[in-house]
T-cell receptor
Framework: TQLLEQSPQFLSIQEGENLTVYCNSS?????LQWYRQEPGEGPVLLVT?????EVKKLKRLTFQFGDARKDSSLHITAAQPGDTGLYLC??????????FGTGTSLTVIP | KAGVTQTPRYLIKTRGQQVTLSCSPI?????VSWYQQTPGQGLQFLFE???????NKGNFPGRFSGRQFSNSRSEMNVSTLELGDSALYLC?????????????FGEGSWLTVV
């Protein structure tokens, strides 16, 4: 059983469309991070959410942490080809050991 | 400021051989961690080093080992390679050992075992 389940696994959309990807767990976590990994590169941190119900915005990206701190979502408005990549949610276990979700592979078609 | 540097970027090894991958963290960073990324299992934690000491270890067999030098540079070694070890190996560094630090990943080393 995966600690962090992400959905959908794959997503292919046209430029300009909106999309939402999800990260769910059966456990409560104290904080959650979202990363984007572009082809041929390592993951890059986008945001950390800490408080239940928290909403953070990063340009066209909106991150939400569920009230019960067991789920999170990432919404992208007016997707662009530059948004293409693998989106990963992650939680810190101890020290700098992170547990990563299964990932959502997003392709934005021009 | 240079990012996390991993070498080599690509390599091909034969089953049964061993391989050593190198990671130079961002200058001033003392914590280095290693991850394995495969299509089937995703991104999985291998181990973390801080001040030359292994702090945490993931659920991987003993064939996977690592070390950290006094200048914070790190190496990981995989012995008796198996086909399933083919993966992207990512190194990441953070400034210190505590939580709350942002983790920075390198571009990874692509290992293919044939």
């Amino acid at each position: 059983t995966q600690l962090l389940e992400q959905s959908p696994q794959f997503l292919s959309i046209q430029e300009g469309e909106n999309l939402t990807v999800y990260c769910n767990s059966s456990s409560v976590f104290s904080s959650l991070q979202w990363y984007r990994q572009e082809p041929g590169e390592g993951p890059v941190l986008l945001v950390t959410v800490v408080t239940g119900g928290e909403v953070k915005k990063l340009k066209r990206l909106t991150f939400q942490f569920g009230d019960a701190r067991k789920d999170s979502s990432l919404h992208i408005t007016a997707a662009q080809p530059g948004d293409t990549g693998l989106y990963l949610c992650a939680l810190r276990r101890t020290g700098n050991q992170f547990y990563f979700g299964t990932g959502t592979s997003l392709t934005v078609i021009p | 400021k240079a990012g996390v540097t991993q070498t080599p970027r690509y390599l091909i090894k034969t089953r049964g051989q061993q391989v050593t991958l190198s990671c130079s963290p961002i200058s001033g960073h003392r914590s280095v961690s290693w991850y394995q990324q495969t299509p089937g299992q995703g991104l999985q934690f291998l181990f973390e080093y801080f001040s030359e000491t292994q702090r945490n270890k993931g659920n991987f067999p003993g064939r996977f080992s690592g070390r950290q030098f006094s200048n914070s540079r790190s190496e990981m070694n995989v012995s008796t390679l198996e086909l399933g070890d083919s993966a992207l190996y990512l190194c990441a560094s953070t400034p210190g050992g505590g939580s709350g630090n942002t983790i920075y990943f390198g571009e990874g080393s692509w290992l293919t075992v044939v």
